[in-house]
Nanobody, 123 residues
């Protein structure tokens, strides 16, 4: 079965950290550009990370640069998003995507995407 499954979301205080995981099954994630997108109620969807297909360049928007770090574990067929220095504005549903292209596409435009994991940053 081909699917992407996200995990690792939760409630965290401002300044805290979380690590999101994106696990792929049924296809090899390393062959795809993998992205994380987030969306909060009333806000536009935002790409917060993209790891390109090989050789795997990584891009981040200014809103998360220096705080979010992505990595691949090809042996486990997974991608991780380490988030530090979390802020209330980081709250949202985070969705992992996989696109058979050099760069990422949003959910519903990608080849595969997951159901999302909720991140809430609040004191």
């Amino acid at each position: 079965q081909v699917q992407l499954v996200e995990s690792g979301g939760g409630l965290v205080q401002p300044g805290g950290s979380l690590r999101l995981s994106c696990a792929a099954s049924g296809f090899t994630l390393d062959d795809y550009a993998v992205g994380w997108f987030r969306q909060a109620p009333g806000k536009e969807r935002e790409e917060v990370m993209c790891i390109s297909s090989k050789p795997g360049f990584t891009t981040y928007p200014d809103s998360v640069k220096g705080r979010f770090t992505a990595s691949r574990d090809n042996a486990k067929n997974m991608v991780y998003l380490r988030m530090t220095g979390l802020r209330p504005e980081d709250t949202g549903t985070y969705t992992c995507t996989a696109e058979a292209a050099t760069w990422c596409s949003p959910p519903d435009e990608s080849d595969y995407w997951g159901q999302g994991t909720q991140v809430t940053v609040s004191s």
